[in-house]
């Protein structure tokens, strides 16, 4: 069989082949640095050693990167105290719902890592502890672990509710003691007693007597 094309099939490959050398290289699309990532930045926040202290410049230092990278990431303070907040939680909470029966080791371990996660970064539990839009949302997903595990546990929603209030504001308010300690005594505190205290107390129940 003769081969087709001739000439004018060498022509028409030699177009093609200058045309695809002729076309514009394709571009990496503007976004968020590849080398960034909401952990990466979160670990430069708690190495800080102080989050109400540290500056957005000190922030992209850290970081190794320029400010208007980090811009795409977190665009101000506030942006970086939600973005904190979410990781935590994301490492605080445990990825496995508590076993049947087993709340109170599952909420021991939620309680410890709250110790370790939010004492690594100075003021942080105490910034947890005051009241702003940013603790609301940054709780929501704790608020919902803690409650569902009271509700398995057979505890009626409005006193698995009530659980709920009570294991935060007391393991919060445990954390931020810590960061401005108060002299009451000798020896240190110890949070091991406290929490096996307070998840023996736990869940919330009726009172049993009317208040005086």
């Keep these: 069989m003769a081969r087709g094309g001739g000439a004018s099939g060498r022509r028409g490959r030699v177009r093609i082949v200058l ?17 960034l990532s909401r952990e990466l930045i979160v670990d430069a926040a708690v190495s800080a050693g102080s989050l109400d202290a540290l500056t957005m410049r000190e922030l992209a230092t850290r970081l190794g990167v320029s400010h208007a990278a980090l811009y795409r990431w ?9 973005t904190v907040n979410e ?19 599952w909420l021991a371990r939620l309680a410890w890592g709250m110790h370790d996660r939010f004492l690594a970064l100075p003021g942080y539990a105490t910034r ?3 009241p702003h839009r940013h603790t609301g949302q940054a709780l929501g997903r704790l608020r919902g672990g803690v409650i569902a595990a009271f509700v398995d546990a057979g505890v009626a929603p409005e006193l698995a509710e009530q659980s709920w209030y009570v294991f935060i504001t007391s393991v919060v308010g445990w954390l931020a003691v810590q960061e401005q300690p108060l002299e009451l005594g000798g020896s240190a505190p110890r949070f091991d007693l406290f929490l096996d205290t307070l ?9 049993g007597t009317a208040r005086p």
């Design 199 to 207: 998840l023996r107390g736990l869940p919330a129940r009726e009172p």
């Design 19 to 35: 045309a695809m050398t002729d076309a514009p290289t394709a571009r990496p699309r503007r976004g968020r640095p590849a080398q």
């Design 128 to 130: 947890l502890a005051r």
């Design 87 to 105: 990781v935590m939680v994301e490492r605080v909470l445990p990825s496995d719902p508590p076993q049947a029966g087993q709340w109170r080791p």
């Design 74 to 82: 977190v665009k101000n303070r506030y942006e970086l105290v939600d």
